[in-house]
């Protein structure tokens, strides 16, 4: 199957600085990817729709400015939370959807941020 | 990340009928929520069933746990032409990462 991976996996950083997460298809090429933030023991949020070449399309309540979104290439997007804070601490996970199969989606593993 | 299963992978049925979806999972989970997911769009929240929870209802739509089978289903009554999407279930883990199945398609037939 279609195979998404995200890095890091991990990440822990001090307030104040600025965090990057990659989201990668590694065998399709993905019109749209989606970001999603997940805090604990509730179920994903939609943070924004990533389209190769154009800007984010961000939801009601997601700062744009915060969550910079980049999707260079069909195979890659990047999610930079810039100057994190502790609430800022969440699971991101990111998604792609090939332009073959509008009907499904793939999940990566996600990333979990911990702000100090 | 996408270790649960969904069956059946797709089912079509007529306007009007119960669709019912099942989902199975293999690690001990905290939750389990459904998703539903339009063509080419992100994923919209339909229920949060925790793991001491059996059952619970949202307007059409009625979710079983059976945390003993490590199973669960939606139920979608008297189905309608708007609920064409795929549907997806995921599991939430004691650390709170979450699982996704691969997803089952629905079509309604008008």
């Known amino acids: 199957g279609a195979v998404v991976s995200q890095h890091p996996s991990r990440v822990i950083c001090k307030s104040g600085t600025s965090v990057k997460i990659e989201c990668r298809s590694l065998d399709f090429q993905a019109t749209t990817m989606f970001w999603y933030r997940q805090f604990p023991k509730q179920s994903l949020m939609l943070m924004a729709t990533s389209n190769e070449g154009s800007k984010a399309t961000y939801e009601q309540g997601v700062e744009k400015d915060k969550f910079l979104i980049n999707h260079a290439s069909l195979t890659l997007s990047t999610l930079t939370v810039t100057s994190a804070h502790p609430e800022d601490s969440s699971f991101y996970i990111c998604?792609?959807?090939?332009?073959?199969?509008?009907?499904?989606?793939?999940f990566g593993p996600g990333t979990r941020l911990t702000v100090l | 990340s996408q270790q649960g299963e969904e069956d059946p992978q797709a089912l079509s049925i007529q306007e009007g009928e119960n669709a019912t979806m099942n989902c199975s999972y293999k690690?001990?989970?905290?939750?389990l929520q459904w998703y539903r997911q339009n063509s080419g769009r992100g994923l919209v929240h339909l229920i949060l069933i925790r793991s001491n929870e059996r059952e619970k209802h949202s307007g059409r739509l009625r979710v079983t746990l059976d945390t003993s089978k490590k199973s669960s289903s939606l139920l979608i009554t008297a189905s309608r032409a708007a609920d064409t999407a795929s549907y997806f279930c995921?599991?939430?883990?004691?650390?709170?990462?979450?699982?996704f199945g691969k997803g089952t398609r629905l079509h309604i037939l008008p």
């Open positions: 998604s792609s959807v090939s332009g073959v199969r509008p009907d499904t989606q793939y």
């Open positions: 690690t001990s989970i905290n939750n």
């Open positions: 995921a599991t939430a883990a004691p650390d709170d990462k979450i699982i």
